[in-house]
């Protein structure tokens, strides 16, 4: 007969089992990466793309949802594309994320032509607000807290359950 305060075995497997599936979930990479990609910036070197047709936008898959700052280089000849020939906009992507865009002016000399991309740029799903963004850390962390409250009472119950014998 089980006494007041006393957990059962079964108890102590189903702790034991949550608390492998959530230390795989804190330590396999999945948790990290993602709060990494919504509080860190990323930076993207001489990426080729081709510039839309004159008057035309394309995204510029290479700068997440939004370009920070961005440098257009021309493939062949390595000169800077001047900024008159084309503007830079955020809005919303093919894979319903935001989108830096890129629209070429309608005389532009560079439409239709392969390009390269430099950029610092917020990633799809980055966290805009800081204070969101302070946020996303401690999930992870509550997380963890979580785990280790459900486990410590079956784990000292089933110490005590070996103790008395």
């Known amino acids: ?22 230390l795989a979930m804190m330590f396999s990479g999945s ?9 860190k910036t990323g930076t993207n070197n001489n ?6 047709g004159q008057g035309a936008t394309a995204e510029i898959t290479t ?3 939004k370009a ?3 440098t257009i280089t021309n493939a062949t000849g390595g000169e800077i ?15 319903g994320y935001l989108a830096a865009k890129v629209t070429t002016g309608t005389t532009s000399n560079y ?3 392969s390009v390269n991309v430099s950029c610092t740029y917020e990633p799809k799903g980055y966290v805009v607000e800081g204070g969101s963004r302070a946020i996303v850390g401690l999930v992870a962390i509550f997380a963890a807290m979580l785990i280790l409250v459900a486990a410590l ?3 000292k119950n089933g110490i005590l359950d070996l103790v008395r014998g």
């Open 1 to 22: 007969m089980k006494k007041k305060g006393q957990t059962s075995i079964g108890g102590i497997i189903i702790a034991a089992i949550l608390i492998f599936v959530g």
């Open 31 to 39: 948790v990290p990466q993602s709060i990494g990609d919504m509080t």
């Open 47 to 52: 990426k080729t793309m081709n510039m839309p």
């Open 63 to 65: 700068c997440g949802q």
């Open 68 to 70: 920070l700052t961005y």
């Open 81 to 95: 594309v001047p900024t008159t020939n084309y503007t830079i906009s955020q809005s919303a992507g093919t894979d």
């Open 111 to 113: 439409a239709n032509r």
């Open 153 to 155: 009472p079956d784990i």
